[in-house]
């Protein structure tokens, strides 16, 4: 009993109980239409590429794996949310398309009609990433505006000035080259390589330096923090500078991924993956402590879900309807009078256990 009390104050423990039911689903469904129980975990090469479920999951759920890294140091930070990812994606990919293609070309078929070389359109869309990344930290860290409103501006502008640079057209860049980035190296996905990449570099950081430390002591109290001599405002706006590259790294695997610029779609509604991965980690939104492993767990369970929902036969238009109720309940469960409901109940179920012994 004990233990088991113990695995329930993990704070790993809410991410992994998510999977395993995921898991237990599709296991479920795949026994009942006679694949087998274990079909689901089934990995095989065709046509030299690695394939399976998991595989599809692992890479369709890097972009918001890789959102959920930036998103998790924001809110453990500043105690709120970066909800313009999805648009600072789609507005770094519409720079890296256009650089690479030149303003006002739509289709680019071959090499020789580069504009410039694919290296500069790649360093031009993180650098267009940090640049937003260093808008909103300006914003939250310096003038004091709360995040929310403070990244709600490039939610609604990012998307619009992508438009702009790419002179309202779709950018196609149809060449191996620039695919690769969404497709393959060797049998591998690439997106799997680029998120496993940025996952290893933060964690090293945190691990390493004092970073981690800092980013949890200005989430827990920017006042105490200051007197104890760290620049709360700085980190904050680091993380926000992050965050914002991170975008644009998610923006380039989105891009490659269908070899083209579409400013309406990319990373449309990415940002509520992003926080509902942060949250589903076992987060709190609330700022503080934070555990980035279960940012990525919950990223590709958020993944697994949507897959889930397609192999059920369940509509497109439905499956947010699931995330928000699984929004709903997280929430509750990290709501200060269910945490002291349940503290109250394990009290007085301590206390009868004493007066029995007695």
Excluded at 296 to 324: C, D, H, R, W
């Amino acid at each position: 009993m004990n233990t088991l009390r113990k695995a329930t104050r993990q704070q790993l423990f809410l991410p992994i109980v998510c999977v395993i039911l995921v898991l237990a689903v599709n296991m479920v469904y795949d026994a009942a239409r006679g694949a087998g129980i274990f079909n689901f975990f089934h990995i095989y090469i065709q046509n030299d590429l690695l394939q399976g479920r998991l595989i599809n999951i692992l890479n369709r759920g890097s972009e918001v794996a890789i959102l959920a890294i930036g998103m998790t140091l924001v809110v453990s930070a500043s105690s709120g949310t970066d909800i313009s990812v999805g648009s600072v994606m789609s507005l770094c990919a519409s720079f890296c398309c256009m650089l690479i293609a030149g303003f006002g070309v739509s289709s680019v078929e071959s090499a020789d009609q580069f504009a410039m070389p694919i290296v500069v359109g790649l360093i031009g869309a993180l650098a267009m990433g940090v640049l937003c990344g260093v808008f909103n930290g300006s914003l939250v860290a310096y003038l004091g505006i709360q995040p929310m409103v403070a990244t709600l501006i490039l939610w609604s502008a990012a998307r619009a000035i992508g438009l702009l640079l790419c002179n309202n057209l779709i950018v196609y860049i149809r060449v191996p080259e620039f695919g690769v980035y969404g497709g393959y190296i060797g049998c591998v996905p690439t997106p799997i390589i680029i998120a496993a990449a940025c996952v290893l570099v933060v964690s090293l950081v945190l691990k390493k330096t004092a970073m981690g430390l800092y980013i949890q002591s200005v989430g827990i109290n920017k006042k105490a923090s200051r007197i104890a001599g760290l620049n709360s405002r700085k980190i904050i706006f680091i993380c926000y500078l992050l965050c914002g590259l991170c975008a644009g790294i998610a923006g380039i695997v989105a891009s490659s991924r269908i070899t083209s610029a579409d400013s309406n779609n990319i990373g449309l509604n990415m940002e509520l993956d992003a926080i509902l991965a942060v949250a589903l980690g076992g987060n709190s939104l609330g700022g503080g402590k934070f555990n980035l492993a279960g940012s990525i767990i919950g990223a590709y369970t958020i993944q697994a879900i949507t897959t889930t929902m397609y192999n059920l036969g369940v509509s497109t238009e439905v499956t947010p309807v699931f995330k928000a109720v699984i929004v709903i309940l997280i929430v509750a469960i990290q709501a200060p009078p269910v945490k002291a409901w349940f503290k109250k109940h394990s009290a007085a179920k301590a206390a009868k256990k004493e007066v029995a012994r007695v």
